[in-house]
């Protein structure tokens, strides 16, 4: 099993839809939690990042985390055709500088 | 302007032949790291460094060498290039204080 799962998609959306971005993860010790994008060809930009549990919001986006669940999301509202591009959850461990990333989600929003 | 700078961007090369490539870093970050992405693999990291001169093993070490002398200077080192080693590669600098990290924009490596 790995230590992170995320769906890879890809996922079409309407433009304006809201998408929901999930990811899994085993190891209890993560305690940051990231969210980045990537257009094709180009390297990751974080979006989000967020400490332990709970909600943090920025703009359109909105990350969760559920650490009794293990279990992140991102949520984009009224998503846009800029949106399209490949999302990556990452995990990290405090104390340690190694982090785990999912294998992406492709996201294709329609005009 | 805050940037990661990769070089070179694409490369092309023989089984067996050393190569280099360079990352570098404008932000006085402490961390860096270098990541391998795969078609259904994701982003895997392969070498990281906390400071000048301490550097650790990621996930995915076996076949590369790096080194760090100085701060903003990350060279990622193939002694024996192999086709496994075929992959698009990251560098990425670590503000220590909120772990965001900053990507390069990455070299597109090709071994035949």
């Known amino acids: 099993q790995k230590e992170v799962e995320q769906d890879p998609g890809p996922l079409s959306v309407p433009e304006g839809a809201i998408v929901s971005l999930n990811c899994t993860y085993s190891n209890s010790a993560f305690q940051y939690f990231m969210w980045y994008r990537q257009y094709s060809r180009k390297g990751p930009e974080l979006l989000m990042y967020?400490?332990?549990?709970g909600n943090k919001e920025d703009g359109r986006f909105t990350a969760q985390v559920d650490k009794s669940s293990k279990y992140i999301s991102l949520f984009i509202r009224d998503s846009q055709p800029s949106d399209s591009a490949t999302y990556l959850c990452?995990?990290?461990?405090?104390?340690?500088?190694?982090?785990?990333f999912g294998t992406g989600t492709r996201l294709k929003v329609l005009a | 302007e805050a940037q990661v700078t990769q070089n070179p961007r694409y490369l092309i090369t023989v089984t067996g032949k050393k190569l280099t490539v360079t990352c570098s870093q404008n932000?006085?970050?402490?961390?860096m790291s270098w990541y391998r992405q795969d078609p259904g693999l994701g982003l895997r990291q392969i070498y990281y460094s906390m400071n000048v001169e301490v550097t650790d093993k990621g996930d995915v070490p076996e076949g590369y060498k790096v080194s760090r002398k100085e701060k903003r200077n990350f060279p990622l080192i193939l002694e024996s290039p192999s086709p496994n080693q075929t992959s698009l590669y990251f560098c990425a600098s670590l503000n220590g204080s909120s772990y965001e990290q900053y990507f390069g924009p990455g070299t597109r490596l090709t071994v035949t």
């Open positions: 932000m006085n970050h402490e961390y």
């Open positions: 967020t400490y332990s549990s």
């Open positions: 990452a995990m990290s461990t405090p104390g340690t500088y190694k982090y785990i």
